[in-house]
């Protein structure tokens, strides 16, 4: 008799004290569970010994980019239902030991021991970095962090981020309007911010796939040094400014904004690049940034945020994340970044939070993954594909729930004598 399902439910609810929140199918077509909520698919007992091994988030995400697990139905609401009792929980080794001295916890575990199976742990899929924390941020491991995100193949990014290629937060009028028209009003909003003028040299750190470089010297008649450490990035954006006819203006590098030493610059963009510097490493970032602008040069940083913790000491990286998807990303709260480009000499002027943006671009990142999802297979693979699309997914109630934010700051290198050079009203860019 097939009955997986309900026995799958039965201990899930005994070990978690809730009950479940999705329907549950399982390997051997039974199913259990709320008639009308999305279905969590277990396609096969490996799934069981993933999440028996490694409880939480990290076995959770293994199980899933095998191909283990699934979810059908409302891909957002079974993430959302299935939060509470995942991500939300974490998997602390001493909230575990607590968990298992209860007889009911134990009883579970035991349970589910005996449906899934216990030998050795399924090896992790071999698209998960594994490697020791202790050299982090060097230039090194930031070359090979960099090239595990990005040099997946510019196909595939074509595919995700549409004709414009910006892989950061779109800047929205509405949530009825086009991906592209979003993308060139954000590049459009950070250029006002910038003040540029024709004949200034910009610095676009970070530069992607040369969208930014390209808006700004074409539209704004400045000079643009782009850098990235993405080998795959840096062909395609020269490929563009050649096509664009900008490569009087443009100039493209595969360089470590460490190296950068041909200052100064009358202003920088950092979009979508801090979240990769570190902790460690953030002080020294904005000093960089500095030393390259001229007195009186502005810095446009858009960068992602997390919700300041009470005891920012106990603050870890997420685990899928860095296992997956950006290694050795961290993200900082808006008052820590602020503080930091202060302490390194800037004047912050401008905050400007799009936090709602962000989970309206991922919407769309999303439905374009899935609408060409045989071809993005066949580019990278199944596993990478569900990767992108359960941390695009996933990312998307971050942002809705507000777990996590995005924000725009705008900061001068403003000289001694005091004058920033910004007009007396703020936000004449608007």
Request: proline content about 6%.
């Amino acid at each position: 008799m097939a009955d997986a399902a309900l026995r799958l439910k039965s201990l899930f609810e005994q070990l978690l004290g809730t009950p479940i929140p999705v329907r549950i199918r399982a390997w051997d077509g039974s199913e259990a569970g709320p008639p009308d909520a999305p279905t969590l698919v277990v396609r096969n007992r490996r799934a069981l010994r993933r999440l028996l091994w490694k409880p939480g988030e990290l076995g959770m995400a293994r199980a899933w980019v095998a191909g283990d697990l699934d979810i059908e139905g409302d891909l957002y609401a079974g993430l959302d239902r299935m939060s509470a009792l995942v991500w939300e929980r974490g998997d602390d080794a001493r909230t575990l030991t607590q968990a298992l001295r209860d007889p009911e916890v134990r009883s579970a575990v035991r349970g589910l021991v005996k449906l899934g199976g216990l030998p050795l742990p399924p090896a992790p899929p071999p698209e998960e970095v594994r490697r020791s924390r202790a050299h982090l941020h060097t230039k090194r491991t930031d070359k090979r962090a960099i090239s595990h995100h990005y040099d997946v193949g510019n196909d595939f990014y074509e595919i995700v981020l549409g004709p414009s290629m910006v892989y950061s937060c779109a800047y929205w009028d509405s949530p009825d309007g086009s991906l592209e028209d979003a993308q060139r009003d954000k590049l459009e909003l950070i250029c006002r911010k910038l003040e540029l003028t024709p004949g200034q040299r910009l610095l676009d750190v970070g530069c992607g796939w040369g969208s930014m470089a390209i808006h700004a010297a074409r539209e704004y008649g400045v000079s643009v040094v782009g850098v990235t450490l993405s080998q795959e990035q840096a062909a395609y954006a020269r490929k563009r400014v050649a096509e664009e006819g900008v490569t009087d203006k443009v100039e493209i590098r595969v360089q470590d904004y460490r190296d950068v030493t041909d200052g100064p610059y009358d202003a920088i963009s950092s979009v979508g690049m801090a979240e990769h510097v570190g902790s460690e490493r953030y002080l020294e970032y904005a000093r960089d940034l500095f030393a390259l602008l001229r007195p009186g040069g502005r810095l446009l940083n858009h960068q992602i945020a997390r919700r300041p913790w009470q005891d920012e000491s106990a603050y870890d990286i997420d685990e899928f994340i860095d296992a997956y998807v950006f290694p050795d990303g961290e993200l900082a709260p808006i008052g820590t970044t602020v503080t930091q480009l202060e302490s390194a000499g800037f004047e912050v002027r401008d905050v400007e939070a799009i936090r709602e943006h962000y989970a309206l671009t991922l919407r769309r990142w999303v439905a374009n993954l899935e609408s060409e999802w045989r071809r993005a297979v066949g580019i990278v693979g199944a596993r990478r594909a569900r990767v992108w699309r359960l941390y695009m997914a996933a990312s998307v109630l971050g942002f809705e729930r507000n777990r996590i934010g995005v924000n725009q700051v705008l900061a001068v290198r403003t000289p001694e004598p005091g004058d920033s050079g910004m007009p007396l009203r703020a936000r004449t860019w608007n």
